[in-house]
């Protein structure tokens, strides 16, 4: 039987809860009581006190429960260092707590003369040219001067005649690029067309029945043609683009709200043109 993280989690301190709770009712004596009293000292007077087997078990649980918090904790600090750096991730349950939320960065304090009071110091954003530098699917762009903070790819897998696009969260102004499980793109002749179709997740900023806006590029043949970029704001998103010429082709998506966007997984899939 498989479980999540979560659920194991939440078996857990179902258990410490209810173990704790039966320690309040045993637990007699003003010093017990007393303010003073810490969590240490409670600690050392559980590890003398002999207990039958089932309430032992219970406290090894709780001792779990406040591990497996302590680890949690550094896992989202590492994730959130992550997600902002990169700007792009796949979701998975080291950063599923952060979709639908709202993204709260650590601001930086700079005094008149420049200097950082508090906070981390400023980060310059890439050029264009730094982005695309390793890449091997953008060589040049044309159109509009818009440069994403970052750009990230991720790969699709195969089902019938569609691709499956991943579970995908991303910042604002950060790029998603999908491309086909070998890295490559969709083969299209002229007039055929590339169509993608995805849910969001819902977030705590949306309006009813809105999601948050995600802007649509695509790429022909390495070049980003981000002057025909169309905006979407839904829950259910649906972009198609056709084909100009014959060639290689990718859809971009761009994070165009101020809080993160989660997709969930959507597909991919092409239609002849007639």
Same mark, same amino acid.
């Given at each position: 039987?498989?479980?999540?993280?979560?659920? $194991?989690?939440?078996?857990?301190?179902?258990?410490?809860?209810?173990?704790?709770?039966? &320690?309040?009712?045993?637990?007699? =004596?003003?010093?017990?009581?007393?303010?003073?009293?810490?969590?240490?000292?409670?600690?050392?007077?559980?590890? !003398?006190?002999?207990?039958?087997?089932?309430?032992?078990?219970?406290?090894?649980?709780?001792?779990?429960?406040?591990?497996?918090?302590?680890?949690?904790?550094?896992?989202? $600090?590492?994730?959130?260092?992550?997600?902002?750096?990169?700007?792009?991730?796949?979701?998975?349950?080291?950063?599923?707590?952060?979709?639908?939320?709202?993204?709260? =960065?650590?601001?930086?304090?700079?005094?008149?003369?420049?200097?950082?009071?508090?906070?981390?110091?400023?980060?310059?954003?890439?050029?264009?040219?730094?982005?695309?530098?390793?890449?091997?699917?953008?060589?040049?762009?044309?159109?509009?001067?818009?440069?994403?903070?970052?750009?990230?790819?991720?790969? !699709?897998?195969?089902?019938? !005649?569609?691709?499956?696009?991943?579970?995908?969260?991303? &910042?604002?102004?950060?790029?998603?690029?999908?491309?086909?499980?070998?890295?490559?793109?969709?083969? &299209?002749?002229?007039?055929?067309?590339?169509?993608?179709?995805?849910?969001?997740?819902?977030?705590?900023?949306?309006?009813?029945?809105?999601?948050?806006?995600?802007?649509?590029?695509?790429?022909?043949?390495?070049?980003?043609?981000?002057?025909?970029?169309?905006?979407?704001? $839904?829950?259910?998103?649906?972009?198609?683009?056709?084909?100009?010429? !014959?060639?290689?082709?990718?859809?971009?998506?761009?994070?165009?709200?101020?809080?993160?966007?989660?997709?969930?997984?959507?597909?991919?899939?092409?239609?002849?043109?007639?």
């Amino acid at each position: 039987m498989k479980i999540s993280y979560y659920d $194991a989690f939440d078996l857990i301190a179902e258990d410490a809860g209810r173990l704790l709770s039966d &320690l309040e009712k045993e637990t007699t =004596g003003a010093e017990q009581h007393h303010p003073n009293t810490t969590i240490n000292a409670v600690a050392a007077n559980l590890s !003398t006190m002999r207990r039958p087997k089932k309430q032992r078990l219970k406290l090894r649980l709780l001792i779990a429960a406040i591990i497996l918090l302590s680890t949690s904790t550094i896992a989202l $600090a590492v994730y959130h260092y992550d997600l902002f750096q990169d700007g792009a991730a796949l979701v998975d349950d080291s950063n599923r707590d952060l979709v639908g939320k709202e993204q709260h =960065g650590e601001a930086t304090v700079i005094d008149k003369e420049g200097n950082i009071i508090s906070g981390p110091p400023e980060v310059s954003l890439p050029t264009m040219e730094e982005l695309i530098a390793d890449s091997e699917i953008i060589t040049s762009t044309e159109g509009s001067s818009f440069t994403p903070n970052s750009i990230s790819y991720f790969s !699709t897998s195969s089902e019938g !005649t569609c691709s499956i696009t991943p579970e995908v969260i991303f &910042l604002n102004a950060s790029m998603v690029v999908f491309t086909r499980e070998d890295g490559s793109g969709w083969e &299209l002749s002229e007039g055929d067309r590339l169509i993608f179709e995805a849910e969001e997740y819902p977030s705590v900023i949306d309006l009813p029945g809105k999601g948050q806006t995600v802007a649509f590029m695509y790429i022909c043949n390495g070049h980003l043609m981000n002057e025909d970029s169309v905006s979407k704001q $839904a829950l259910d998103l649906h972009f198609e683009l056709q084909a100009e010429q !014959t060639g290689e082709y990718y859809i971009c998506l761009v994070g165009a709200s101020s809080d993160s966007i989660s997709l969930k997984e959507g597909t991919i899939y092409t239609e002849q043109g007639e």
